[in-house]
Structure formats: C-alpha cells, structure tokens
C-alpha cells in the first residue's frame, strides 16, 4: 500500500542498547523528518533530509543518527539508548512542490520505551 | 526562532457546543501557519493551513482558523462539534521558502467532545 510507515511500532529496550527505527515512504517524496513526541513539548525535530545523501539537524539531534542512502527510506538510530529518549518518534515526509508549506504526511509512530 | 503556544492543554466540551482552541505564535518574519489533528494511536493529519490570501481558512469537516497578524494567533474553531472531533490539535508554524517543513509546533491540546 501507499503512504509512509514505521517500525516497529513498539519497542522496550535497555539503556546503552543500540535501537533502529524505520520509516519507508512509497511516494517518492524528497523531504523526510523524525519529530518526537514528549508531553508537554508537542512535536520536536530531530533530524531531517532534504534528498537522498542530504541531512541535517534539527532542534533535538543530540543521541541520533540518521542516514538516507535511498530517496525512500530513512532510518533513525539511537547509538547508545537513555531513558530520556523514551518517546513516541514520529516519521514524516513532503514532496518537493509543497518544500517550504508545510504539508507532512506523517506516518503512525513508533513508540519506545528505554528502561 | 519561531515558537508556538497553545494556551490550552486540555478542553472539555459537549456535542453540539462551539469550542476554540487558542494559538499564538511568535516570528520576526512572515510565517506560514497550520492546524494538525491526530486521533489516539494514530499519525498527525493536517487539517488546514494559512500560507496566504484571505486569513479566514476552512476545512472539510467544519473547522474554520482565522489569522490575525496584528495579535499573533491563529485560532481554530468550530460551531458544533461532534464526539468524533475528540482528538489533540496541534498548531504549527514555519517560515517557508527554504524552511524544507521544518515545523515548529505547540505543545497541543486535547478536545475531548462528552455526549
């Protein structure tokens, strides 16, 4: 089917684990974006990419990695897991006509829970 | 920087009532503003924007925001609300151009509609 999704959906990990989590967008949209999602904090950038082999940092990279060989995938790593980063981590994408309107197209959030 | 302020966290509202969920925001510069609706479990969905033109935008289900340049809002509202408007509302902004989407969001507010 079409559209954006992520996994895993829900994940428990340990503190100082290594975790990935996916986002795969099937419309060949340019520009994708990992948001997390805290109480109280709404929606905070974390990274995003603009194309293939381009990223940037967002307000809260601290902790992440990302990477974008493919236009349609767009991984977000979490190298060394802290509590602090439990958060639902929300993936997102924009197709170049609509660069700079805001549209996004988010897809369902993988919720992690680092103990 | 931008930054968005939702003066509301939480609104409790019954069917057929109108309800307003209040946004402000704070910019130098021109912006473009957003409304994002997510029901539970779910990805955010836009529900509609202000890019420019008339300040008074509308969406397909009733809701209505009007932007007002001189107080920095842009409030959400609707006439009447039904128990399926229960969801968080989510007012964004950016500054657009080469902003890529990179949204600053509120912290959102919960509308839960009571029978």
């Known amino acids: 089917d079409a559209g954006i999704t992520q996994s895993p959906r829900y994940k428990i990990t340990e503190t100082g684990r290594q975790v990935t989590l996916m986002c795969h967008q099937t419309w060949s949209h340019s520009y994708m974006f990992w948001y997390r999602q805290d109480l109280g904090h709404g929606l905070r950038l974390i990274y995003y990419?603009?194309?293939?082999?381009?990223?940037d940092k967002g307000e809260v990279p601290d902790g992440y990695v990302v990477s974008r060989s493919k236009t349609e995938n767009f991984p977000l790593t979490l190298e060394s897991a802290t509590r602090s980063q439990t958060s639902v981590y929300f993936c997102?994408?924009?197709?170049?006509?609509?660069?700079?309107?805001?549209?996004?197209?988010f897809g369902e959030g993988s919720r992690l829970t680092v103990l | 920087a931008q930054s968005v302020t939702q003066l509301d966290s939480q609104v409790p509202v019954f069917e057929e009532a109108p309800v307003e969920l209040r946004c402000n925001y704070s910019s130098s510069v021109s912006v473009y503003l957003f409304w994002y609706v997510q029901y539970p479990n779910q990805g955010l969905q836009l529900l509609l924007k202000?890019?420019?033109?008339?300040?008074l935008v509308k969406s397909i289900n009733g809701f209505e925001a009007e932007f007002n340049k001189s107080q920095t809002s842009f409030h959400l509202r609707k006439p009447s609300v039904h128990i399926s408007d229960t969801a968080e509302y989510f007012c964004?902004?950016?500054?657009?151009?080469?902003?890529?989407?990179?949204?600053?969001f509120g912290q959102g507010t919960i509308l839960t509609v009571h029978p």
């Open positions: 997102a994408s924009s197709e170049f006509a609509t660069r700079g309107t805001g549209e996004l197209f």
């Open positions: 990419s603009a194309a293939a082999d381009i990223t």
């Open positions: 202000y890019l420019s033109g008339s300040t």
């Open positions: 964004a902004v950016t500054l657009g151009g080469t902003s890529y989407g990179k949204l600053t």
